[in-house]
């Protein structure tokens, strides 16, 4: 059903969420989908006595042959009808004449798109709490952290660590927020039978639906959706919200990470592959040492140490907007019952949840992980020089220059600074001219100093940190 896939060459990168999207997700998913849909019948009293237990029972996915019932499916177009008999095949009379009663094939699908996207959805806010903990814990600890703020790839002004993880934590809680809303609000049954009016469940089709929710543990949904697809795209959109921030955070990493930077650096134990409590009930500690003993080695030059969880991260997130793309388009549906489009949505919603998963799963361990370097922070924003403080500077002078003769004046010294390689404390202090216009001023070299002093112009940071983290524990008592 999915070309992402556990096992394999790519399926510890790509698929390594907790819940699963393949083939054999789906198929237990559509059995659930349609056990439930039997006991619903029992209940409503369209279904023989015992006839619920027994079809589930049996509708376990170990039972069925998958290439097999792909193969079937070439002939319908979907893989319910083989499913059906296959799964009547198991039962006495009875009970089979309970399996799939008043239910077309989308019907089942679309059930079961909602349990797999249930289970991820899960497993992925598990994971984003556990990320969220993490960024939590780095904006409180690294709240006076110093270094070099960055805007289009260039210094800029001073800013904390603990902004940059509070800027973090922000994303992430955000896109909790919205996950918990679809995982809440969004996902429903279907059953509408061929054309969305339960005709041959007669006077007790709504019932039937009403206890189908109740089997599945999903909304009932004010009429059947078979062709209004917003729940498919509001699921999608939703989570690639959550893998535009993840995303973000693992871009970050891998700039900071850079030799030249070396401001962060990824634990040695985010790079394995595997999540705790994942589908093979592995962990990172199983997964073999690369050459040297250290995760995120380079095959050809020993001295690197690769941010492997930020790029499998990415690797993951780049995929997902072409995915939602898709998914959008094919929300465009005919009539009652689309022909082509519906189908369309299977890969690639299985792709974006396996792929979204998976990025959350890589996400709580780098995090939690993540090595800070607070000197080499210091040191790559001492190494501007004082530059980006000219902008504090002038704020300083304004009031007694004027705001464009403060203006002009730090520009002049700037310039000089940028020549001779020297500081912009140095340009403005040692020389004659600028030293005493600002004397003249009435600005001293005391203020010019701790006007040069990187944490007298951090503004709101620490301010917008304890939004953050308020928001944050906010987040977390609504969770609980």
């Given amino acids: 059903m999915t070309s992402v896939s556990r096992g394999g060459l790519f399926g510890r ?14 198929l237990q998913a559509m059995l659930d989908a349609e056990a439930a849909l039997a006991r619903s019948l029992e209940r409503a009293g369209l279904a023989a006595h015992g006839a619920g237990d027994q079809v589930s029972a049996v509708a376990r996915a170990e039972r069925f042959d998958v290439d097999q019932l792909g193969r079937q499916a070439m002939l319908t177009g979907n893989p319910v009808p083989g499913l059906v ?35 991820v959805l899960d497993a992925v806010l598990a994971d984003l709490a556990e990320t969220a903990a993490a960024a939590a814990r780095l904006a409180a600890g690294h709240r006076g952290t110093l270094m070099i703020g960055r805007t289009l790839l260039q210094q800029a002004v001073p800013v904390t660590f603990g902004l940059v993880a509070a800027g973090w934590l922000s994303g992430i809680d955000e896109a909790r927020h919205g996950l918990a809303r679809i995982r809440r ?5 279907q059953l509408g039978g061929a054309a969305g009016t339960l005709a041959s469940l007669g006077d007790a089709g709504p019932r039937v639906a009403e206890l189908l929710a109740e089997e599945l543990g999903l909304a009932l949904p004010v009429l059947p959706w078979h062709t209004d697809r917003l729940r498919i795209v509001e699921l999608a959109a939703a989570m690639t919200g959550a893998s535009a921030v993840l ?24 790079g394995e592959g595997t999540r705790p409590g994942g589908r093979d ?82 996400a709580a361990p780098l995090l939690a992980g993540l090595e800070v370097d607070a000197d080499a922070m210091r040191a790559n924003l001492d190494a501007a020089r004082g530059l980006p403080l000219a902008e504090n500077v002038a704020r ?50 005391v203020q010019i100093g701790a006007a040069l002093d990187p944490a007298s112009y951090l503004g709101a940071a620490s301010h917008f940190i304890d939004r953050a983290l308020a928001a944050h524990q906010a987040c977390e008592a609504a969770d609980h």
């Fill in 247 to 270: 995303g973000k955070i693992a871009r970050d990493v891998t700039l900071l990470a850079q030799s030249e930077v070396a401001e962060l650096r990824e634990g040695s134990g985010t």
């Fill in 185 to 189: 609000d969004r996902l429903a049954i």
């Fill in 85 to 119: 008999r296959a799964l009547t095949a198991l039962l006495p009379p009875q009970a089979a004449a309970a399996v799939h009663k008043g239910a077309t094939s989308q019907d089942i699908m679309d059930c079961a798109a909602m349990l797999i996207a249930r289970s």
């Fill in 13 to 26: 990168l790509f698929d390594n969420g907790a819940a699963g999207t393949g083939d054999d997700a789906w």
């Fill in 396 to 445: 300083l002078l304004a009031p007694a220059l004027g705001r464009l003769p403060a203006h002009d004046l730090i520009a002049e010294a700037s310039a000089r600074a940028v020549a001779d390689g020297s500081s912009l404390g140095g340009a403005l202090l040692d020389s004659p001219d600028l030293a005493g216009r600002m004397t003249a001023a009435g600005v001293s070299r």
């Fill in 281 to 362: 009930g592995g962990s990172p500690a199983d997964a073999p040492d690369q050459p040297g003993g250290k995760r995120g080695g380079s095959s050809a030059m020993p001295h690197k140490r690769n941010p492997v969880a930020s790029v499998v991260i990415l690797g993951c997130t780049r995929q997902v907007p072409g995915l939602l793309a898709t998914l959008a388009a094919s929300a465009e549906q005919e009539y009652q019952r689309a022909a082509g489009a519906w189908h369309a949505e299977w890969e690639p919603l299985s792709d974006l949840l396996a792929l979204v998963g998976s990025a959350a799963a890589w």
